[in-house]
Nanobody
Framework: QVQLVESGGGLVQAGGSLRLSCAAS??????MGWFRQAPGKEREFVAA????????YVVDSVKDRFTISRDNTKNTVYLQMNSLKPEDTAVYYC?????????????????WGQGTQVTVSS
């Protein structure tokens, strides 16, 4: 099992940047993903990275602005978010899964973090 703790959220103006971190402890040899949930909306998949970091996927809606990476020496996954827009406002969650793919059904998630709030003001 793996425990996940996100950090790095906050309030930022439109056009700004944030880097979210997700620190893992316990068993850490997982593919990792980022999801987000805006108020009144379903949780949506944003990005994923395999265990080695050699394969990544970012959904089309944010792929020109968001980048996922990981540092296995620190057991940490990152989501770099640039050119933020008010519609990016959401709670962002990291997730661990046994295998990597470009689709992440919630029922296949092994562990979730507690979430970190990102608020983008206009």
């Amino acid at each position: 099992q793996v425990q996940l703790v996100e950090s790095g959220g906050g309030l930022v103006q439109a056009g700004g940047s944030l880097r979210l971190s997700c620190a893992a402890s316990g068993r850490t040899r997982y593919a990792m993903g980022w999801f987000r949930q805006a108020p009144g909306k379903e949780r949506e998949f944003v990005a994923a990275i395999n265990w080695s970091g050699g394969s990544t996927y970012v959904v089309d809606s944010v792929k020109d602005r968001f980048t996922i990476s990981r540092d296995n020496t620190k057991n940490t996954v990152y989501l770099q978010m640039n050119s933020l827009k008010p519609e990016d406002t959401a709670v962002y969650y990291c997730a661990a899964r046994n295998w990597y793919s470009s689709t992440w059904p919630p029922e296949e998630i092994n562990s979730w973090g507690q979430g970190t709030q990102v608020t983008v003001s206009s």
